[in-house]
């Protein structure tokens, strides 16, 4: 798969706040190459770099910058798409796509629950993407769509993860303190967040609930058996750009003690490790010793974003352990997320090699 | 008690944060009036508005300013003292005072968990300066000590308070977003918290999970008893100037809805309330409903900042219910709590007569 | 005119962050009476507390809360009206209503800079009030529009005004440090102020270099002359909620010294002073002796928010003095400044006594 | 000179804000090499990682972390030594190595000011380095001291430099928005720049007003000659971490327009740029285009933080030009500036070649 010739893609959405981190994690990737970017109406036609509104800290690719902004319409000359697109028109479009033969890997929470839909961490499940050959003959799709997770789970599911593995799940507390990232641009107004904590997220809570649940499941036949551990989810938005800060208890079925849910962290490789997969984090879980750390200005851009970092394991009263794992929300949480996946669908041959 | 001529207090680290705001609560205050300053010998000889380094929203109180800073020694012309000592040194110094006849009312973590040492909550476990006359014979000291609950401590006690009386608590669950004004001045470096979130407090969780038992126990003949729940807590510094935002979960000993919880808590009434004390908010736990409040920017300075503001409550998947609890903690968590004690100790008539 | 009864007044744009601030200050007012709430079609029909996204600090006047909201038409059963519409749709409503004979004490920027247009600072230029016969005659208007400056502005004339008066001026230099509630709800997204500063506001600086010239010009006859001294202005958006501070360097006709124009602000008193008039402020500008001060966050509420705090004062090698000026820019800078306008014009008689 | 065996240097007061800095600058420099980290007495003895309180976003590169801190005194193996040092001691420990021999490369300001003390930014005045032999006459040194400027003052200096050259000076005038970086670490309390402005810092104006003349002054013969153009600064802090902004106006000798400023600083090359040295940027002052750039939290890192970032170039109404300027106050105002004069210090020859 890995030829001199890179894959064409296509990125949904390219103008907002996930499409951005597409384009830059894409502009230099090894096997991907951006070929078209797709926006709103109003874009189209023009430069991206005429329209786009660059909020990243790095400048504009430049080959990207002076690609022609095209409208989100199934005719992009590529057959992976990435999508950063707003809920409000992701479902349809993403359908419009799939149906015509995309390979639509998605960071909207549209899909995510479908029956037939995958819901992947490829460190994780990523056999989940078995479900895709029965997704396209049900409802008829030439492409597919692979969904990751909200950013709030997927940090939270990588880290859960190697634990249920090892010592299985009973019941996971989580509060969540997020980055304001996580909510686009404009996203979260000043007013609100400077100096201050909002103690709630519309919708977040469920997901992280439903969604770590699914990616934690079995794929059981042609429908998903989602984990039976029970989770507890408070969402807080804070003051922070980027990275999501959450504080975690669990209960297993296997007594473990922090020692050896830190071993057990340290150890944790996944297919996307095994398969050397080019987005994936030499080591998916990161474990720091400092007592004040994790922070998300100081380390959520240390190891590519990609890693969940982990930090305070310590035992719970209540539950049997206790930490706080950090990660990168725009990142691990959304494009680095997506990316992954489809370098797991092109590595196992899923995508038509012809397509390529 | 509430003659016309008010009882004379003094307040022990008068320059400090805590210091601060006892002299803004204090000096309109219907009993009390601020006769006595002390401090560091550094500011010591010195008017109040010459070295105090006033960091509060509203201006120095005029009579107050002009007082002379003394000493913190037990030659000072009033039997209450506040204590807004920093811990290196409110050990030795309140024991003193409190040797040499004084009530000391204090903030300081020394002194909290000692077995004679009332821990208290105004309308919560006001029975427990009940203790004082046994403290004061077994020690051989005039005067006495009444401490008030670390600042986290205070807010979750004052919430979960009632849901103990009526349901009977098994297990809490609690997550913390502090505010910086917790950490004194100069406190918290803004290098370590703008734009970020420090997943840690140096024994902030011990004294939330310890603290809060010994309120909700109970004074048994010459001993407290603590209750019996257990507690854990996990404590994080954000980047907000006042208030302290708590993620609770509780398990009870006889079932209560979320419904039945918002109805005890707007019944609840402590012996604070029914003696009508000067600094006692009319209702000890306001219920917001509206999804994302309280907040602390906007609802911090609400009700005095002497009630626990608590919103979002519902069921918890783990626990039985779940909720945010907002509150002030220089005013709840600290001055004001210690204020609210000395109003009981003097109502009670525990403070001999001929000395006010 | 202050009789027992007050004056019924209207708010346009209510439900905006101006609104609420013209709501609070006017809950209490001694001679205005809130009795009509207007905004956008959506909110109309509807109590004003289920559709304002309260963002205050202090919770809904209870009466005001049950005013029924209506639209922005001119049959409301007030003839005065406070404007805090958006300068989308201030233009036409304000001429709408002022035709109608209403009073329209306007904070929008449309009008402001009409040739018969008043723009009033209550202690500087009251005596511009005088155009409005003209206005009414001209435009066959039974009402009047009177405007107040632009946030910014009014923080700069109120402080260099005193000055123009005793010294003249020749040029002044103004940087602003701005906060975010001057754009308003939803305002400035979080995104771009969190850690950072934007060096640049939309049409800002245009705003502060002309608003200060007609300020401080003459009403000539039936047309405003601008005072001749260069204004230089650039504006910052920084992570302040309330309060612009200003660091201004002013050259002078007569040579001042700094203690010379310390001594002109804090015998400054304009008209509004001179009349008592509720809203004005004791002392319209307030200079402060700390090195460090004033400073957003501690001092922007004092003195009711109606004075300009001013520090620093000090010689400046290319101008003549430099300081630092701070103004509550939702008070004096908005909702304060209107209010203070419109009891000018009622206590000047303006306002025919008849309709009150 | 650039052999393939590095330059032994040493970093004097290694463990703060600047120590950590230059400890990141320097681990991958291509001529200098980190043989030597001293700290202060409590420190010294012990692994450099075990010590530091590491408050970077990078980790402590690998081989530095390993190195025993030594204490501060002239027995240190290099003959070139960086010097971080707190003001409180640098004055006289960069003297003790001087006279010991050793080529201080200082970012403290107690040595700038001196007669005899080059003030350099390499790109301006790398000429007054001659001044050196004649430093180590006089005083008997063997080594010699070369400082760099504060950091406001190196951006100020980096942007009005080629200006002077083209056009001359006559008057220039700034208003600073610092970041808290600038202080160090504790530095700021949290406390006095959350959601607030400063608007002093002690001491920063005058060394902005002085330190620029002498930079943009004349070495002549014996004695630095300062440049003629008057200098006003008013320094603010405010709540960004790195990147300080600073709002300039500027009045030229021979009248310039905005377009042909924009020109100046598009051409302007200096020795750094012609010696290529490794961390001249390639173009010192970048100009934007954009209305509302350049902003420190999304800028300050491009250019690997040694250009100065200029934007909104305009005509003023009261001096010739205005602009903003951003400039990375740790990198270009303190440790890559201390670093590129070393590297012309060398590359001029003036390092005696058999210490190297």
Same mark, same amino acid.
């Given at each position: ?42 874009? @189209? !036609?023009?430069? $991206?770099?005429? +329209?786009?509104? /660059? ?8 080959? =990207? ?115 304001? @990232? !996580?909510?686009? $641009?404009?996203? +979260?107004?000043? /007013? ?8 709630? =997220? ?122 706080? +794992? ?31």
């Amino acid at each position: 798969m890995k030829t001199v010739s890179r894959i064409p893609v296509g990125i949904l959405g390219a103008t907002g706040a996930v499409g951005q981190k597409f384009v830059l994690l894409l502009s230099s990737h090894p096997w991907f190459e951006v070929r078209e970017l797709a926006a709103s109406e109003r874009s @189209s !036609g023009n430069l $991206y770099r005429e +329209v786009v509104n /660059w909020k990243q800290t790095t400048p504009i690719p430049e080959a =990207i910058g002076d690609l022609v902004v095209k409208e989100c319409r199934p005719d992009l000359d590529c057959k992976i798409v990435f999508s950063g697109l707003d809920a409000s028109v992701a479902g349809e479009l993403e359908t419009d796509f799939a149906s015509a033969g995309y390979w639509v890997f998605s960071n909207a929470k549209n899909h995510r629950m479908g029956p037939d839909i995958p819901l992947v961490i490829a460190e994780l499940n990523s056999e989940h993407l078995d479900i895709s050959p029965q997704q396209q003959k049900s409802r008829g799709w030439d492409g597919a769509i692979v969904t990751n997770a909200n950013c709030s789970a997927a940090v939270l599911a990588l880290s859960i993860g190697p634990l249920h593995k090892s010592f299985g799940l009973k019941a996971v507390d989580v509060v969540t303190l997020q980055a304001i @990232s !996580g909510a686009g $641009y404009p996203g +979260v107004p000043s /007013w609100d967040i400077l100096g201050n904590v909002v103690p709630f =997220i519309s919708g977040e809570e469920e997901k992280i609930e439903s969604e770590t649940q699914k990616i934690l499941g079995q794929l059981d036949g042609d429908r998903f058996r989602p984990a039976d551990f029970a989770v507890s989810a408070h969402a807080n938005r804070v003051a922070v750009v980027e990275g999501h800060v959450e504080c975690v208890s669990v209960r297993f079925t296997n007594k473990a003690s922090p020692e050896e849910a830190i071993q057990c962290w340290q150890e944790f490789r996944g297919p996307a490790q095994e398969l050397n997969l080019p987005t994936a984090p030499k080591q998916p879980v990161v474990v720091f010793s400092e007592p004040d750390r994790p922070q998300p200005r100081l380390d959520v851009n240390k190891f590519g974003g990609m890693s969940a970092l982990v930090g305070r394991v310590r035992p719970c009263p209540l539950f049997d352990i206790k930490y706080v +794992v950090l990660g990168h929300n725009t990142i691990r949480g959304a494009a680095g997320a997506s990316i992954l996946n489809a370098e797991m669908v092109v590595e196992k041959g899923m995508f038509p090699a012809g397509q390529a």
